[in-house]
């Protein structure tokens, strides 16, 4: 259903939760619009991110080239360089355009290490709206540093327009770290709640099953296993910048092929391909991602519909809350076991702080905390 092709690792950002700042690609070796021209067609959701895809001088070109190839093409960015997606909604204004927007000022700016970070993403979005663009909006990596303004976060997308999409602090391979878990499990999970009934309470389709969405959170963020079964490889895969192919963005030992090396056939049907199904099949790594759950959570033969355990379970807590009844979270959530983490360390925060960068070239190791990590 679903592609993300991570365009670069350099990024002008500082996030407390990935350091891909810290180990940025060479231009020169970044996957290519050439490298891109013979993939299928089909795609459901087709996501430009990074890093950070703004830095790319050859942006609108990979827009060019695969927004043909998805029913939509979205475009995940940090928000600090929006005027370089100015031309990309001029020509496509449908395009989905997502600006990571941790909390409001003071909170976003520690969390992501930017300089009027929270000032520039909100004018650049506006601006992009002025322009025509009709698929807007922020997202948020639910953690303990920001839990407390999720709703109020949410009620200012709201009210500005624009969509809210989270997700939860978790880890990846390309992070180059391996100790992103929250502090306080109970707390941060009990702030979603509130989340998930605002989105109830609206008129949106898409807010209700984002509504399950975050029920997902809520269990990863507990540590708890995933509400529904993952189809990473099947459904959902993701293109590195070395044009690697991977199954998952999470779980380093998904990798499928090279698209410089091998056709998209190829790829997804040699043997290879069927050891990583499998493996998906048996994954014991706790994530809820939005790539991946997102996938999981819809149809495979119509992706735009629901499978029928979100579908059910939207019906029963929209109408709950259309009757002004709170949704009983105590029956679909054990917190009784919830999963106590034994020294996490502090997180650093780095917008004081002078950039440490190490260039990965083509040829050495690029992922530091392969096999060292782990999503629990």
Aim: glycine share 6%.
């Amino acid at each position: 259903m679903d592609l993300t092709v991570i365009t670069t690792y350099r990024c002008n950002a500082k996030c407390s939760m990935c350091h891909v700042w810290r180990y940025p690609t060479r231009p020169e070796d970044e996957v290519k619009p050439e490298d891109l021209e013979d993939l299928p067609g089909g795609f459901d959701n087709l996501n430009l991110t990074g890093g950070e895809p703004t830095l790319r001088k050859d942006l609108e070109t990979l827009v060019d080239v695969l927004q043909p190839k998805c029913r939509i093409l979205e475009i995940s960015s940090n928000g600090l360089r929006a005027n370089k997606i100015e031309p990309i909604i001029n020509k496509y204004p449908h395009t989905k355009v997502r600006f990571s927007l941790e909390g409001f000022e003071e909170t976003s700016n520690k969390i992501r290490g930017e300089k009027k970070g929270f000032e520039k993403k909100v004018a650049g979005l506006m601006r992009l709206k002025e322009l025509g663009g009709t698929d807007l909006g922020f997202g948020a990596v639910i953690q303990d540093d920001n839990a407390d303004e999720l709703v109020a976060l949410y009620e200012f997308c709201r009210e500005h327009g624009v969509e809210f999409a989270t997700s939860a602090l978790h880890n990846a391979f390309q992070f180059h770290k391996n100790d992103n878990f929250p502090y306080d499990r109970l707390r941060v999970a009990r702030k979603v709640e509130g989340l998930v009934t605002a989105l109830l309470k609206t008129s949106s389709v898409k807010n209700w099953f984002r509504a399950y969405l975050n029920l997902g959170l809520i269990e990863n963020i507990l540590g708890h296993d995933r509400l529904i079964p993952c189809t990473a490889g099947k459904d959902f895969i993701f293109i590195d910048p070395w044009c690697d192919v991977y199954a998952c963005n999470v779980w380093p030992e998904t990798f499928m092929g090279n698209l410089r090396q091998q056709s998209w056939d190829e790829i997804l049907n040699n043997p290879k391909a069927q050891e990583v199904y499998e493996k998906v099949r048996t994954c014991k790594q706790n994530c809820w991602m939005v790539t991946t759950a997102r996938c999981a959570m819809r149809n495979r033969m119509v992706p735009q519909l629901p499978k029928w355990g979100p579908f059910w379970w939207v019906v029963k807590n929209k109408l709950r809350v259309s009757l002004g009844l709170p949704i009983n979270f105590d029956a679909y959530i054990d917190y009784s076991t919830c999963l106590e983490d034994e020294d996490v360390p502090q997180r650093e925060f780095y917008l004081d702080k002078a950039d440490t960068k190490r260039v990965q070239s083509s040829d050495e190791e690029h992922y530091t905390f392969v096999g060292d990590y782990f999503n629990r």
